[in-house]
């Protein structure tokens, strides 16, 4: 339970607070389980402070300072994190359904299973943050920061993800199902097993990604920058990819039946064991392509 003498101090205002914390750096706020939702707490300086299970839904945090927080299984519903400072932060299960984060600074946070349904983070700095198994289905996430953040098992399902940079970000078995994700930079981005089925990735950057084994049946890849991305064993089929660049891909016994690849630059792009049945090729130059074994258009298998 919280301190009650650090909950009254709280009551006396932001100033008498930061007055206060001043006076005894060392202290730390002890404010579990507080009842604070609805709360006014703009610019607070809750720096280190134990936050675990408190109750802070809809409460305004607007710019607080909440570096190093405790606030694993907070409740922050609807929150107000505008431009908040949650760097390295222990949100281990937090719930933060349809709270605004927008420019929140998160970076090396600890997000495990917490829950980001419906969230705003348009423009946050998530880099190098733990998010394994959170659930970020329907967020808004454009133009924020992901890159080196550890995303394995991931919830995105059709989460909003223009222009977010993951590069060399772990999506291993993460699940971004129809998620949008436009002239992303996923660079060097491990995506081993997962799931991008109908996903959006027009432009996308993918340059030396992992893609292995990897869903992306109906995916959107047109003018995407797959050059030397690793798409062994990877589902393909129905997939957009008009215009991308695949040369030096690995693609050997990916699946890309009815894939649209016309004007894609193949250059030494390795189909080895392939199945390209049904894929359309025009204005493609296969010429220094590797097609051994491969399943062709027309359905004869090549030499």
Sequence with gaps: MANEEHLSRLKWGNGAWR???AQDPQVVPDLRRADLRNADLESI????????QAYLLA????KANLRQAK??????YEADLTHADLTEAEMVNAHLIGATLTGAELRGANLRGADLREAILIHADLSLADLIGTDLRHANLT???????????TEFDRARLMAVNFSG??????NLHQAELMEVNLSRASLYKTILVHAKLVGAILFAATLIEANLSGADLSWANLSRANLSGAKLDRAKLRGANLSRADLRHANLQGANLQGANLHRANFAGANLQNADLFNTDLSTANLQNAIMPDNVLHP
């Design 19 to 21: 007055e206060w914390r």
């Design 45 to 52: 300086n809750f720096s280190g402070a134990d936050l675990e």
């Design 59 to 62: 409460a305004c945090l607007v």
């Design 71 to 76: 606030l694993c299984k907070a409740n922050l």
């Design 143 to 153: 133009q924020a920061d992901l890159s080196d953040a550890n995303l394995t098992r």
């Design 169 to 174: 970000a772990n999506l291993s078995r993460a």
